[in-house]
Structures are given as C-alpha cells and as structure tokens.
C-alpha cells in the first residue's frame, strides 16, 4: 500500500485484513495498492415529525489504484453505505455507534479492495491503464 494516506481508514484495514490472511505487505512487491483519501458523507434519509429521530445514509468511499510495475490501472471507485437512525435523546450512545458503523463500512471496503487485487493480479487488464 502506497501513499500519504496508507495508514489511516480503509488503508489501514486493508492492511490488518491482509495480515490477518497471512498476506505478506512488502514496499517491494510488483503490485501496489494506492488508495485515495476516504469521503465520509451523511445524508437524510427520512425523518420524523418531531425531528428527535432521523433515519440517515452513511457513506465511506474511495479510490482505488492498482499498479504493477511500470503500469498504473485506472481507479476503481468503491463505495459502501449504511443506513442510521440517529435519536437526539440518546446523541452520546448514537455517536459510538455512527463510529462502529462506519469502520463496518471501511473492513466491507478492505475486503473488496483485497478481492479486486486477487482478481486482477490473475488477470490484468489488456488496456485499462495509464503508462508511465
């Protein structure tokens, strides 16, 4: 994994993902993963009369670049979303689990990153790059 951000969000449970399958991360290896800077949107979904309890879409996207060598592949957006009832009598309850929702989001992310590598490493693309 490459990059300024390769230790924050879904690069980092890109990373422990692969650790915990056993996938060596080497700065040297012949395929890199470049992941652009996470977006984390939050819209209404729908609400109540009284406006105590909204129903939001969470949404963590990114990215993704996958190079081998001397070839950069296209991005490859990602994006996955979660739906949220937010309770402003309960906002310090609701905030930890806004949290845990989203860093379910980012390991869903990982594994398709990690599952997109695997594919395209077996079969890379004819023409879906920039050369450098």
């Known amino acids: 994994i490459i990059g300024d951000n390769r230790f924050d969000g879904v690069a980092s449970e890109v990373q422990r993902l692969a650790e915990s399958h056993h996938i060596s991360l080497d700065a040297n290896a012949a395929w890199k993963i470049r992941i652009s800077d996470e977006q984390n949107d939050r819209w209404l ?25 001397a070839t ?7 994006k996955r979303e979660a739906l949220f009832q937010d309770n402003a009598d309960k906002l310090n309850s609701k905030f930890g689990e806004n949290k845990l929702i989203i860093q379910e989001l980012r390991k869903q992310l990982a594994e398709e990153i990690l599952q997109q590598l695997s594919y395209i490493a ?4 004819d023409c879906n790059c920039d050369e450098n």
């Open 45 to 69: 979904a729908s609400s109540t009369q009284s406006y105590s309890r909204n129903e939001y879409w969470l949404s963590v996207s990114v990215d993704v670049y996958f190079s081998h060598e």
């Open 122 to 125: 077996a079969n890379p693309p």
């Open 72 to 78: 950069e592949y296209l991005p490859i957006k990602l």
